[in-house]
Structure formats: structure tokens, C-alpha cells
């Protein structure tokens, strides 16, 4: 099942025109700033920040030795430990600061590459 799922979003992603993945891609700074604003202001009214990492131990398991024969055996198995850490709230205000000085821009230049692509890539009249 999960083989199927980056196959099924390859193929979504193949159904966009080339001017809709054009636009996407010029627009992809400006979501991505406005993504990270909207995080910044989260963490901030939280107080918090979530860290996560991976550690590693070792379980006792069933080891497959053949189709239909198992065996008891050691393996590792990764697994996620997420905790809170304190925040530079300073840090995250000049952040902040500077995103919100630079979403003009950033839209701007979303604007501008969208209207190129939509000159390079003009829509098909069916």
C-alpha cells in the first residue's frame, strides 16, 4: 500500500498543465515565506518550540529465514522522541521582521513570473 501512494501523487502531480506547474513553481517562494511566517507566529504565541529525534533500540522480533519459516531474532527500530525546547524570541521576531519586509517583493516577483508563464504557456482553447 504505501508503494502506491508516491506512484499515485507522481501521477497527480503529471496531470497539471505546464502553465499550472509553471505558475506553481514561480509562486513557490512566496508560499513558502508566508508558510514560514504563519509558523513564526505560532511558535511565538506558544512559547515553545517542538523538536523531534530519531532514536535507535534494539527488540526482539520474528526474522522471515524462508516463505513460511520464522525465527526469533534481535533488530533496531528506529522511533521519534519529540520534546519542547525553549525559543530566541528575539531570533524569531527579527525573522519575522524580515519575511513581512520581503513578502512585497516575493509577491511582486510571483506576479511577474506568473504572467510570463502564462505568455509562454497559453491556455489551449478546446
Same mark, same amino acid.
Given at each position: 500500500?504505501?508503494?502506491? *501512494?508516491?506512484?499515485?501523487? #507522481? #501521477? #497527480?502531480?503529471?496531470?497539471?498543465?505546464?502553465?499550472? $506547474?509553471? *505558475?506553481?513553481?514561480?509562486?513557490? =517562494?512566496?508560499?513558502?515565506?508566508?508558510?514560514?511566517?504563519?509558523?513564526?507566529?505560532?511558535?511565538?504565541? $506558544?512559547?515553545?518550540?517542538?523538536?523531534?529525534?530519531?532514536?535507535?533500540? $534494539? !527488540?526482539?522480533?520474528?526474522?522471515? *529465514?524462508?516463505?513460511?519459516?520464522? !525465527?526469533?531474532?534481535? +533488530? $533496531?527500530?528506529?522511533?521519534?522522541?519529540?520534546?519542547? !525546547?525553549?525559543?530566541?524570541?528575539?531570533?524569531?521576531?527579527?525573522?519575522?521582521?524580515?519575511? @513581512?519586509?520581503? #513578502? =512585497?517583493?516575493?509577491?511582486?516577483?510571483?506576479?511577474?513570473?506568473?504572467?510570463?508563464?502564462?505568455? @509562454?504557456? =497559453?491556455?489551449? +482553447?478546446?
Amino acid at each position: 500500500m504505501l508503494r502506491i *501512494i508516491p506512484f499515485c501523487l #507522481l #501521477l #497527480l502531480a503529471a496531470c497539471a498543465t505546464p502553465q499550472e $506547474r509553471c *505558475i506553481n513553481d514561480a509562486a513557490a =517562494p512566496y508560499r513558502a515565506a508566508l508558510k514560514e511566517r504563519a509558523e513564526i507566529a505560532k511558535t511565538l504565541s $506558544r512559547g515553545f518550540d517542538h523538536v523531534t529525534e530519531f532514536r535507535t533500540r $534494539r !527488540v526482539f522480533t520474528s526474522c522471515r *529465514i524462508d516463505e513460511d519459516r520464522f !525465527v526469533p531474532c534481535w +533488530d $533496531r527500530e528506529t522511533y521519534p522522541v519529540t520534546r519542547r !525546547v525553549a525559543i530566541d524570541r528575539t531570533t524569531l521576531m527579527l525573522r519575522d521582521a524580515q519575511l @513581512a519586509k520581503d #513578502l =512585497p517583493g516575493l509577491a511582486r516577483a510571483a506576479e511577474r513570473g506568473a504572467t510570463a508563464c502564462l505568455k @509562454a504557456f =497559453p491556455a489551449e +482553447d478546446t
